[in-house]
Every structure is written in structure tokens, then in C-alpha cells.
């Protein structure tokens, strides 16, 4: 039975565009979520804006989701530069592991080319594979293909907070993928996927029941 959970972002905000309104329904089911971000992301900051930008946003975007301040971990690795960090960032994941006992984790996937994602996907592997179900998020933009292994049905109130969450990221919003009409369209399309209204999907990487 899956009663924690630990969604691994490389980036603060890729937990909430890939995986926003899943977090949404299995906190309304009484799931435990924990939340890590491992970079702030700031060289990704407008100019005009203080450098602690998207640490604030992130908070609040997770905390609009409903994970408590508590269970969110933000680490500060260098945006573009995780293959640099790769044995911190797997000695991260493991103390991470140890401190939350998750019976799944949410993790890039395997068809995800962004750089910093592959490190977290790969050193994820590499910290849960013996002690937990692993499923990857999907980034589109990111992939070249993708497998539909596991579809988590969304309702309209989990799709209206995932949407209020990802507004909070002011800094980022002109972003494509921040944009209302992008986000349902894409989980109106997963959703016709299996013959329901919305729905997120993930990769199957690990099933451990």
C-alpha cells in the first residue's frame, strides 16, 4: 500500500507542472507527500528580480497543493550543472530516504533528456531501487517518446489546484507550459487517453508491492 511519497523535482517547479494534480488527489486521500527541489534555479531569475525568487514561489506553489512547509527539502545544485554533483546528489537522495521512508517516488523518467533531469533519474535509481515503487513524470518537452504506463484520473478540483499552483511562479509565466490553455489541453488529452475527463500519466519504472 503506498502511504508516502516523495516527488524528486530537479528543478523547483517540475514536481508541480508533472505531477501537480496527482499531489493534489493523493493529499485528499490522506497521503503523506514529501516534496524535494534540488536547485533554486536562480540563473533562471529575470534580472529585476531578487535571486530567492523562485524559493518563495515554490513554497507557495506546494503549499497551494497542500504538502506542508515541513515535508518540502529544497537543495541549491547548480541549475545545469548536476552531472557535476552526481555522488552528492546521490548521497542527498539517501539521507532524503532514510529521513522519509517512501513507499513510492515520483522521478524524472527515462526518456527525459533534459541533463539535470537524467542525473536525478539515474541517482534515483541507483538510492530506491530496492526499497520502493518508482514512477517517472512526464515533461513533454523534454521527451522524444514516452510509455503510458499508469494514469491517475483528475476531477476539475484537482486540475483548478494544480493550475492555482503553478500561477504562483509569477517569474516564469511566460513560460508556454505555464499557460492555462496548455495545461488543459494536455491533461484533457490524457484524460480522452483512458475515457476520462483530465488525467496525469507516469512511466512504470519500479513496481514494489
Same mark, same amino acid.
Given at each position: ?16 507542472? !508533472? ?9 485528499? +486521500? ?6 524535494? $527541489?534540488?536547485?533554486?534555479? +536562480? ?7 531578487p ?15 497542500? &504538502? ?11 541549475? /545545469? +550543472? ?5 555522488? =552528492? ?6 539521507? &532524503? #530516504? #532514510? ?10 523518467? !527515462? ?12 541517482e534515483?535509481? @541507483? $538510492?530506491? #531501487?530496492? !526499497?520502493?515503487? &518508482? ?11 514516452? /510509455? ?6 483528475? %476531477?476539475d ?7 492555482? $499552483?503553478?500561477? #504562483? ?9 505555464? !499557460?492555462? =490553455? ?7 488529452? @490524457?484524460?480522452?487517453?483512458?475515457? %476520462?475527463?483530465?488525467? =496525469?500519466?507516469? +512511466? ?6
Open positions: 500500500m503506498i502511504n508516502r511519497i516523495l516527488v524528486l523535482s530537479p528543478h523547483t517547479d517540475d514536481g508541480e507542472i !508533472s505531477a501537480g494534480g496527482s499531489i493534489v488527489r493523493f493529499i485528499e +486521500e490522506g497521503k503523506e507527500i514529501f516534496y524535494v $527541489a534540488f536547485s533554486s534555479c +536562480e540563473k533562471s531569475v529575470p534580472d529585476n528580480l535571486r530567492d525568487t523562485l524559493i518563495n514561489e515554490c513554497m507557495e506553489a506546494t503549499a497551494e497543493l497542500g &504538502i506542508p512547509r515541513s515535508h518540502n527539502i529544497l537543495l541549491d545544485f547548480d541549475v /545545469r +550543472e548536476f552531472h557535476r554533483y552526481r555522488q =552528492e546528489i546521490l548521497d542527498a537522495m539517501i539521507n &532524503i #530516504k #532514510k529521513d522519509t521512508e517512501p513507499d513510492l517516488v515520483i522521478t524524472p523518467s !527515462s526518456f527525459d533528456t533534459h541533463q539535470d533531469h537524467q542525473v536525478i533519474y539515474n534515483s535509481l @541507483r $538510492a530506491f #531501487k530496492k !526499497s520502493a515503487s &518508482i514512477w517517472g513524470m512526464e515533461h513533454p518537452w523534454n521527451n522524444l517518446n514516452f /510509455r503510458t504506463d499508469i494514469f491517475i484520473e483528475l %476531477a478540483r484537482h486540475v483548478l489546484k494544480k493550475v492555482a $499552483a503553478l500561477k #504562483k511562479y509569477g517569474s516564469q509565466s511566460q513560460r508556454d507550459y505555464f !499557460s492555462r =490553455e496548455y495545461i488543459n489541453a494536455h491533461l484533457l488529452t @490524457r484524460g480522452m487517453n483512458i475515457g %476520462a475527463q483530465y488525467s =496525469e500519466v507516469f +512511466e512504470c519504472i519500479r513496481l514494489r508491492m
